[in-house]
């Protein structure tokens, strides 16, 4: 039987405990536990997801975290008026998930979950420590470019980095949308995901995406697939 997981909002009542022990079992080197708050505010502001086992009985065990944060307010360079900043980082997955390329999905969902809630004034940055190549790999596969890093961003709430070490910036061009809603799109239709490692985990998962605007109001999907993307900063 092909393992069930669900991708689904983070719920703050219900799952910051669960959400803590994660990072604290699987954050690695690179990642500290984050400030409760962090996660809270990130939940009432719906950039926060958390993936759950749905095979795993009533209580559906957790086994990933990803969110988008609030890190900064500053004015504009390409338009006038506030922008926001928001942070991508903080991403979590249990081994037993990791293989099947649900970052990219992850990455998609919440880069577009952004882009359904905010059309202009916003921008979305990744930070990543320069030794995390894996991270790294990430980020640039999923159209996030390399930014000189702006003052603001330097005494902006740059959480979750273990170390002072050399920071790497990087900022998503709202035409990377594109790609991002294509993908979600295709997780929706095509939700059977492959291991790419031998090692015992199942050779499939199933991945149901239970995000209220996704599945219900795919308007910014549909737009973003046809390259009509939000005009954030970059």
Request: glycine share 10%.
């Amino acid at each position: 039987m092909t393992p069930t997981y669900r991708v689904r909002p983070f719920q703050p009542g219900a799952d910051l405990e669960d959400a803590i022990g994660l990072y604290m079992r699987h954050g690695g080197s690179f990642l500290r536990v984050p400030d409760p708050n962090d996660l809270l505010e990130a939940g009432e502001d719906g950039t926060l997801f958390v993936v759950t086992d749905e095979d795993a009985g009533r209580q559906s065990r957790m086994c990933g975290v990803a969110g988008l944060f609030r890190t900064a307010t500053c004015e504009g360079i390409g338009q006038p008026g506030p922008v926001e900043v928001y942070k991508m980082t903080g991403m979590v997955l249990a081994p037993i998930l990791r293989s099947y390329g649900l970052h990219r999905v992850l990455l998609a969902l919440r880069s577009l979950t952004l882009a359904h809630q905010v059309a202009t004034g916003a921008a979305l940055l990744a930070s990543v420590i320069a030794g995390n190549k894996a991270s790294l790999a990430s980020v640039r596969s999923g159209g996030f470019i390399q930014c000189e890093t702006p003052g603001w961003l330097r005494v902006s709430h740059r959480f979750w980095n273990l170390s002072q070490a050399e920071l790497i910036d990087t900022v998503l061009p709202p035409r990377a949308l594109q790609n991002h809603a294509r993908l979600l799109l295709d997780a929706l239709s095509n939700p059977i995901y492959r291991c790419n490692a031998d090692d015992g985990r199942p050779a499939t998962i199933r991945l149901d995406l239970g995000v209220g605007w996704v599945t219900d109001d795919p308007g910014t999907l549909l737009d973003c697939a046809a390259g009509r993307v939000p005009a954030w900063e970059e």
